[in-house]
């Protein structure tokens, strides 16, 4: 196994890259999530795990504060929900952010913070979790 965690720490050096002991993130209770398909490749391979911990408010400030992050957004409507592994990008219009692709393949996709007073052309996200890690299980 090899696992990455997307902690923000500051360390001496100029590495992006450093293996440490322990971390305060492994004691949150995270959910884990198979990785169906190679749309993050070659930043997360499906079949690979992902660490994510759930995001309890959806409000504009708290995404606001996710920008850039690495996240999986589950969206659409009642009847028929995708979950997508994404980056979370900007504003783009009242209520609208773009969940931008990460890897090689796959593409952008513009998502509503909330349905209330939009659009029906644009599918809102139902729930989202922040990507704190990858763990790859090696042959």
Request: charge should be negative.
């Amino acid at each position: 196994m090899i696992g990455v965690v997307y902690e923000e720490l500051s360390f001496p050096g100029r590495e992006e890259v450093v293996e440490v002991e322990s971390s305060e993130l492994l004691e949150r209770a995270l959910v884990a999530a198979t990785v169906a398909d190679d749309s993050a490749f070659p930043i997360i391979r499906a079949e690979d795990l992902v660490l994510m911990e759930p995001v309890a408010n959806l409000d504009m400030a708290a995404v606001e504060h996710l920008e850039d992050s690495l996240v999986v957004a589950e969206v659409g409507t009642e009847s028929e929900v995708f979950a997508y592994l994404k980056r979370l990008g900007g504003y783009a219009g009242p209520g609208i952010r773009i969940l931008e692709n990460i890897g090689l393949k796959g593409s952008a996709l513009s998502v509503a913070i909330s349905d209330e007073g939009l659009s029906t052309d644009v599918a809102a996200i139902r729930k989202l979790f922040r990507v704190h890690g990858t763990i790859r299980k090696c042959d």
